[in-house]
């Protein structure tokens, strides 16, 4: 039986008419009524206008946040310019195989998250958690978005509102701003304190974004989250709008705004760092970036934060590559486009690092301290220092306006893309009569972006940021590399490296070679098992650390027990149900996998044949995607898609006139055979 299937895999079956079913469907769930099977949608996918529109698409996707806010400082904590050794290594090696392997999916398959996973039904839980994860990534990284835009607007001013202190909006009496600390009047600043870390003072940025901005004063914890900040919230609204407009008609509608997203970051950012090359110190700044620690190579902390820093910097196992990749036609050069699309990623950001670290040395030559002082990552980096180092320069709102509007569409494109992950996942599974409403896009649309505000306006009450740091930390963490290693175990070992090899022969794209070949089926899945690990045993405590001191959350001794004071330094210990219920949010997407794979065993009535089902061969799964079931229950019939039951091929000869396993008699059809 085992030769048989394999001389049926090596042909591909492109119509079957007119063939008798059999009676007993009993094996596995109709692919109509099942909710399962994704078999009787078909999907008709428009595709993109030009070519470039998907190259922007992805490359705005990949190109993020992240670039700008956190790759300069683990680069620079983590042995500078050595750093880069370990980066491009592992980006090689694990980033940009999950790259190109999301890419060949979805355009060989042209369907999204969900439906691909036909060519593995046991494994259709990975869909369904890489959809869940980026829905619920769009719950909070969105925010930041809004966030940019309050302050983007709060710099069309004169004077920026966040370069001295006023307390009749909210500053303390510990505010200080660039000219006291040129003054000296109110500071105590050593090399032991940084600008995230006070010692008897708080910036006047620090101040703005925690107390201004977000209020966090009038919130002590998630328990009691305070009043909604309604300028937030309406940017919140507004950066919504701007993503159901791009995104409302599809890629025809979002592969036009990329050309803007995706190409002024770069204008932007050049400007950034013409002006901060010309600036005083921040040659010392740029050399604190890149100076190399090779012995920091010798670390295992190192390799982990690289392997993880490139891996989440592509953007690879949230299905939006996926998504955007069903969209071309099947013999596009996906191929050129990733490995262009990798090397633009990792140079934007050395390229971002040069420019943020050229305003970070230009500021410690004005504070006269070492530059590691004033570095700092994450919102820490992007909304208190350097808009404090902006608000030193001549046309301060101008450079203001350039960096906010930077991250506003850094933050835009990748929003799109995830969120797109998530819509055309579900287009790909919707019943077919919806598919004809011709507002069903819109719908769709509206109804995934509209569900995803309404959860991020939580974040624009005044005690938001302990949510947003809550979901930053848990919902795509180990989550996202569980879901990826299933994801590569389940093509390179169940649906077969040889098989993934003949479908980028059939699209034209170059042979892999042994890189490839190696790197899907070992090295890959090794380094994600190791970045899990390490994901996982991190001890890292979930904390808040407040940038500045807030006098009223101190007021209330039954408050004490979550916000309290070690050192200099005030933080927020969250409470032990936010732990529980981060657990809940890294494990509620993942434990889609095997719930799935239990209900798919169990509906094709082979949950007694486990084991064997484990240990299919990848031949086994194709030309029909339920092969394994017709291999597991030979003495039951099976409608395949298409209503095709059961056939045994004697030999070659036989494909004209297949026998029905069921009947032992000749199905008499139609069928026409192509070779692979």
């Known amino acids: 039986m085992d030769t048989r299937l394999k001389d049926l895999s090596e042909f591909r079956t492109s119509r079957l008419e007119n063939i008798e079913l059999p009676d007993d469907t009993s094996c596995v769930p109709d692919p109509v009524n099942d909710p399962l099977s994704t078999e009787g949608s078909v ?19 990949a190109v993020d946040l992240a670039n700008v806010w956190r790759f300069p400082y683990v680069c620079f904590t983590n042995g500078g310019g050595a750093f880069l050794i370990p980066y491009f290594i592992l980006m090689v090696c694990s980033a940009l195989p999950m790259f190109y392997l999301e890419l060949l999916l979805g355009q060989k398959h042209r369907r999204g998250a969900i439906a691909l996973w036909d060519i593995c039904p046991i494994f259709r839980g990975v869909g369904i958690a890489q959809v869940m994860i980026s829905y619920m990534v769009a ?48 500071t105590n600043f050593s090399a032991n304190s940084t600008l995230g870390q006070f010692h008897n003072f708080s910036l006047a940025s620090t101040e703005y974004f925690e107390r201004v901005m977000l209020q966090l004063q009038k919130s002590p914890g998630l328990d009691d989250m305070g009043p909604m900040q309604w300028k937030v919230l309406i940017s919140t609204v507004i950066i919504f709008l701007i993503l159901y407009c791009s995104m409302r008609h599809g890629v025809k509608s979002s592969g036009k705004v990329v050309y803007v997203t995706a190409l002024l970051p770069y204008v932007l950012l050049s400007g950034l760092l013409f002006n901060g090359v010309t600036l005083k110190g921040s040659n010392e700044g740029i050399w604190y970036f890149i100076r190399p620690r090779f012995e920091r190579l010798l670390e295992l902390k190192v390799w982990s934060n690289a392997a993880i820093q490139i891996f989440f910097s592509t953007g690879a196992g949230f299905g939006a590559h996926i998504a955007y990749a069903t969209y071309n036609p099947k013999q596009y050069n996906c191929y050129r486009d990733c490995i262009i699309t990798s090397i633009v990623n990792a140079l934007t950001s050395i390229f971002a690092g040069f420019t943020v670290f050229s305003y970070l040395g230009y500021l410690a030559h004005l504070l006269r301290t070492p530059v590691e002082t004033v570095t700092g990552e994450g919102p820490g980096l992007v909304f208190q220092v350097y808009p404090f180092a902006i608000g030193t320069l001549p046309w301060a709102p101008l450079w203001a306006m350039i960096f906010f509007l930077l991250l506003i569409l850094l933050g835009l494109d990748s929003g799109m893309g995830g969120l797109e992950s998530v819509i055309t996942a ?39 940021m302990y949510l947003f740091n809550l979901m930053d930390r848990y919902i795509a963490g180990a989550a996202l590399l569980i879901g990826s290693l299933f994801q590569v175990i389940a093509v390179a070992w169940f649906y077969g490296l040889d098989q993934l090899c003949d479908d980028i022969k059939s699209m034209a794209l170059p042979s892999p070679s042994l890189y490839w070949r190696l790197s899907w089926k070992f090295i890959t899945p090794i380094v994600l098992t190791i970045m899990i690990v390490s994901s996982v045993l991190d001890p890292t405590p979930l904390v808040y650390n407040y940038g500045t001191r807030h006098p009223e959350l101190l007021t209330d001794s039954s408050l004490v027990v979550n916000v309290t004071i070690q050192g200099t330094s005030q933080h927020y210990v969250y409470p032990q149900w936010a732990f529980y219920l981060g657990i809940i949010l890294s494990t509620v997407s993942v434990i889609m996998i095997p719930l799935t794979a239990i209900m798919v065993i169990v509906r094709s009535g082979c949950h007694f044949h486990i084991t064997k089902m484990i240990s299919l061969g990848p031949t086994d799964y194709w030309p029909f995607s339920s092969a ?36 032992g008699q000749t199905v008499r059809s139609t069928i026409e055979l192509q070779m692979s």
């Open 139 to 186: 719950f909070y990284y969105n925010t930041v978005s809004a966030w940019c835009l309050y302050f983007l607007m709060s710099s069309i001013a004169d004077d920026l509102p966040w370069t001295h202190c006023d307390q009749r909006q909210g500053n303390t009496a510990q505010c200080v701003s660039y000219a006291d600390l040129i003054s000296g009047s109110n």
């Open 43 to 61: 999907i008709a996918h428009e595709e993109w206008s030009h070519q470039c529109d998907f190259f922007l698409s992805i490359l705005g996707y």
């Open 426 to 464: 579900l287009a790909d599974v919707a019943p077919r009569n919806w598919l004809k409403n011709p507002y069903f896009r819109q719908i769709l649309t509206s109804l995934v972006l509209g569900s995803a505000c309404c959860v991020a306006l939580f974040n624009a009450r005044s005690g938001g």
């Open 628 to 663: 394994a079931c017709r291999k597991l229950c030979p003495n039951k019939g099976r409608t395949l898609a298409n209503g095709c039951p059961t056939i045994q091929v004697l030999d070659s000869g036989d494909l004209e006139n297949p026998i029905n396993q069921q009947t």
